[in-house]
């Protein structure tokens, strides 16, 4: 896999959203809403469209949009949403995701290690992450001056484990842990634990959300972090998809 690095700041956005007033009785619960990201670097526009898994009023937001989306998009959306767009588009690529968030911030027993990574290994970074052959997400110089990013070395230097974020955003209170990588070579070894106990301390300090995603079938990723306090977030049932407009 040939990874693209970004930066999160879109260059532009249509955020559709169903609004808050009530419908069905569920006010209080979050709006369907889609929206478009066109990240630095990437060369596929970025669709996120969140809701509740086979939401009627999701499906049919998609469906009214879909006629604006380009031909070829990919992104983090609800599950379900494959059944709007058929008329338009195929799906040609579908990962199920599991998203966790830190319940049992207490289980984090231990300060964690890792080396600090600023934008002076940004470039180290972006090739230790680029030659790891499933490295996952994105990266961009935003995304480290965070100031969240740790890594592990061996003795020459090279990074051989990280462990960031993905968003970030104080004005929500949220963080995402992203770009937990470990080299194949050094698996084993608990290099991931310890990044992500660090990281999940200093977030939890700031953030009151600190969340992430696991794939479905990442069991022992699952585990790793349940062991560490994070449990299943309800309602956000989510698939990594990629799609292409029919000719």
């Known amino acids: ?45 970025i669709v996120d469209a969140q809701g509740f898994p ?57 300060d964690g290690v890792g080396d600090r990574l600023g934008m002076d290994e940004y470039p180290q970074l972006w090739v230790f992450l680029d030659a790891t052959v499933d490295a996952e997400g994105f990266l961009g110089p935003d ?19 990280v462990a960031g974020v993905h968003p970030a955003e104080k004005s929500h209170g949220v963080a995402v842990i992203g770009n937990v990588v470990t080299h194949p070579d050094h698996r084993g070894r608990g290099l991931a634990r310890v990044l992500v106990t660090r990281l999940a301390r200093a977030l939890h300090e700031t953030y009151p959300g600190v969340g992430l995603n696991c794939r479905a079938e990442n069991i022992a990723a699952m585990r790793l972090c349940g062991s560490l306090g994070f449990g299943p977030y309800g309602g956000h049932a989510l698939v990594h998809q990629r799609f292409v407009r029919r000719v």
């Open 1 to 45: 896999m040939r990874r693209q690095t970004c930066t999160s700041t879109a260059s532009a956005t249509w955020p559709t959203t169903s609004g808050v007033a009530p419908h069905g009785g569920r006010r209080h619960e979050r709006p369907s809403a889609i929206g478009r990201l066109r990240l630095d670097g990437i060369p596929e526009p």
């Open 143 to 161: 995304m480290v001056t965070t100031g969240h990013y740790l890594g592990s070395r061996d003795g020459s230097g090279a990074l051989v484990a």
């Open 54 to 110: 086979d939401d009627p009023e999701l499906l049919a937001l998609v469906a009214s949009v879909a006629q604006q989306l380009p031909d070829a998009c990919a992104g983090q959306v609800a599950i379900g949403i494959d059944r709007a767009l058929p008329p338009w588009f195929d799906l040609v690529e579908s990962v199920a995701l599991r998203g966790m968030v830190l319940a049992r911030p207490d289980r984090l027993a231990g």
